[in-house]
């Protein structure tokens, strides 16, 4: 299972961009990278996943190097909705029998 | 549907009660899962069910009990409960023989523990 780094928190304004950036120097081959977002008093929520390059949708931006060490999950124009905790997760997705274990993850706090 | 349905949403008990939490998906998804949160903290993985069998057990004390029915519903029972198992108890739900960590899970919005 390759571990993952990320910073503890990040504060941000609205309308601002947030980039949050994650390590995972162990990926393996099959591995891909997964962000989950949770916020307060609710289950973490999917909101991206990736393999190589970029990938966006109407939630986020992923960016992947070449080498797959790292990625940074981007959050355009942020709105104090935008406030929760937001999880890495590298693994094989189409592992049987392997787990879903969460990091100690983002604290994202978004200021008017 | 992509829901993940979980009752009660709060629950209060007593040391030597016995209760049950209920998870409920219709989307055809036969891997689920019990979670545990305690404020503050990721949450922690407590029971995988893989096609309605326990799949993994991450050493979890035994006054906590899961059950899968069926491919629809998951329990998990509880029995004499301490107050540090006090906590947000998430359910979550993937597509069959997708457990590891780069799945797209579905979670519910979890059942607030109290142990008294």
């Known amino acids: 299972l390759a571990k993952t780094t990320q910073p503890i928190s990040m504060d941000s304004y609205e309308g601002q961009e947030v980039n949050i950036t994650c390590s995972h120097n162990n990926i393996a081959t099959n591995d891909y990278i997964t962000w989950y977002q949770q916020f307060p008093s609710q289950g973490p929520r999917f909101i991206i996943q990736?393999?190589?390059t970029k990938v966006t949708n109407e939630v986020a931006s992923l960016f992947i190097p070449a080498d797959r060490k790292s990625s940074t999950l981007s959050l355009p124009r942020v709105s104090l909705s935008d406030t929760a905790v937001y999880y890495c997760l590298v693994g094989d997705p189409y592992s049987s029998a392997s787990k879903i274990i969460f990091g100690s993850g983002t604290r994202l706090s978004i200021r008017p | 549907d992509t829901e993940v349905t979980q009752t009660p949403k709060h629950l209060v008990m007593g040391m030597t009660n016995k209760k049950s939490l209920k998870c409920e998906q219709h989307?055809?998804?036969?891997?689920m899962y019990w979670y545990k949160q305690k404020a503050k903290k990721p949450p922690e993985l407590m029971f995988v069910y893989s096609y309605e069998k326990l799949s993994i057990n991450e050493s979890v004390p035994s006054r906590f009990s899961p059950e899968c029915p069926n491919s629809s519903l998951l329990n998990l029972h509880l029995h004499a409960l301490q107050p540090e198992d006090s906590a947000l108890y998430l359910c979550?739900?993937?597509?069959?023989?997708?457990?590891?960590?780069?799945?797209?899970?579905?979670f519910g919005q979890g059942t607030r523990l109290t142990v008294v």
């Open positions: 989307m055809g998804h036969r891997a």
């Open positions: 979550a739900s993937s597509q069959e023989g997708r457990t590891g960590p780069g799945t797209e899970a579905f």
């Open positions: 990736g393999y190589k």
